[in-house]
């Protein structure tokens, strides 16, 4: 009996130590290649194959201030933009810091809107403007910038939009805009200036103690064992789990792609002031668009962008009811000011249904299948507009 169970405990520790060798070896690849891991778990662990913070540093640096619009892109841009886990892309503008090739001649359109109509992602050809300007025939000029909000929009309009003399203005609005419409009038009241140093100010934590360190066991396995990550996502727990709350990670057509509903829900949040501004200033700026163009002898048109949760994420009937309340509030402010508005979230949500990543796994913008599906959707909608 003695013999056996000395066997026994001779197996144990030989099957203990095959196995601390096997998490040691895969610890080791997956640190020196990160590229061999599933996306989720390299945006989990940080480890990915190309570092972004080198994206973003250039992509910032393509940014100047602007005294009317708080800032736009430089002139004559002709850059590609790489270093981010999810895509890079070519960003190219013309002499006025816009991207399109469009300068100064009448157009057919003219389309407003952030990062959704501006092409965050993705080249200027495959953004919907120039896909909905090759379905329609149409000239259609691009003034979208990343980060822009019903006032920056507005202002857009009045500086570059009117003077190309359209007959139709496409105003693109996303869940987040009410965030940026306050935050552009904060700005505005408090006398101008830079407004990209005035908002990195102004979202910096200001006398915040530090974070307490986490001593439990699992966070210090999430932060020092790449291998303790992976062995999560293949037993699907945590945020790789199909239930997990506030944010998942999915499955579409075999691929991952991250869904996390704290950000849609904090964008619809009536309890937070600065929404609730936000709505005021929308519905203002809808209405002086509406005007401004009606007087310029173009017709406003509204397309609502839906988040990526909105299409994706399966959760209750509160959350979706959440996530989806900014774009139904817009088309009700649209339908009392006589404003032709396109919701475009029934066809995604009918699309993603039938298969096909509409979005980025990681980044919450469309893919170059989304920007297809826009401006098809778009075009469509435009057309029914037209004389």
């Known amino acids: 009996m003695a013999r056996e169970t000395k066997l026994l405990q001779t197996s144990f520790v030989a099957l203990g130590v095959v196995a601390a060798f096997g998490v040691l070896a895969a610890e080791l690849l997956a640190r020196a290649e990160p590229g061999l891991l599933p996306v989720a778990v390299q945006a989990m662990t940080g480890r990915r194959a190309v570092p972004r913070d080198r994206f973003y540093h250039d992509w910032h640096a393509t940014q100047v201030p602007d005294p009317a619009l708080g800032f736009r892109h430089r002139p004559l841009l002709d850059v590609l933009l790489t270093g981010h886990p999810d895509f890079g892309y070519q960003l190219r503008t ?41 379905l329609s025939g149409l000239t259609v000029a691009n003034l979208g910038v990343s980060g822009f909000g019903p006032g920056s929009e507005l202002a857009m309009l009045r500086a570059e939009g009117l003077r190309l003399q359209p007959r139709r203005v496409l105003w693109q609005f996303f869940a987040n805009d009410l965030l940026d419409a306050a935050s552009f009038a904060g700005w505005q009241s408090g006398g101008q200036g830079d407004f990209l140093a005035w908002e990195r100010e102004r979202t910096l934590p200001e006398g915040d103690p530090p974070a307490p360190i986490r001593l439990s066991l699992r966070g210090l396995l999430h932060r020092h064992f790449v291998s ?153 909608f435009f057309g029914e507009s037209l004389p």
């Open 94 to 134: 013309n002499s006025r810091g816009l991207r399109t090739p469009v300068e100064d001649d009448p157009v057919d359109v003219v389309a407003l809107g952030d990062s959704f109509t501006f092409g965050y992602g993705v080249d200027e050809r495959v953004a919907w403007p120039a896909q909905l300007a090759r």
């Open 228 to 380: 303790y990550e992976l062995a999560k996502w293949a037993t699907r727990q945590g945020v790789y789990g199909p239930t997990r709350r506030p944010a998942r990670w999915v499955d579409v057509d075999g691929g991952s792609m991250l869904l996390d509903i704290t950000q849609p829900s904090a964008w619809a949040d009536r309890s937070d002031p600065h929404v609730r501004q936000g709505m005021a200033l929308t519905a203002e700026a809808l209405a002086g668009a509406r005007d401004i163009a009606h007087d310029a002898g173009a017709e406003l048109l509204v397309v609502v962008a839906p988040t990526k949760e909105a299409v994706y994420w399966q959760g209750t009937a509160g959350e979706r009811e959440v996530i989806e309340r900014n774009d139904k509030w817009v088309a009700q402010v649209c339908a009392a000011l006589a404003i032709p508005c396109l919701l475009l979230l029934p066809v995604f949500a009918s699309a993603a249904r039938r298969g096909g990543p509409l979005y980025f796994s990681q980044d919450i913008h469309w893919n170059p299948a989304g920007h297809r599906l826009a401006a098809e959707t778009i075009a469509r």
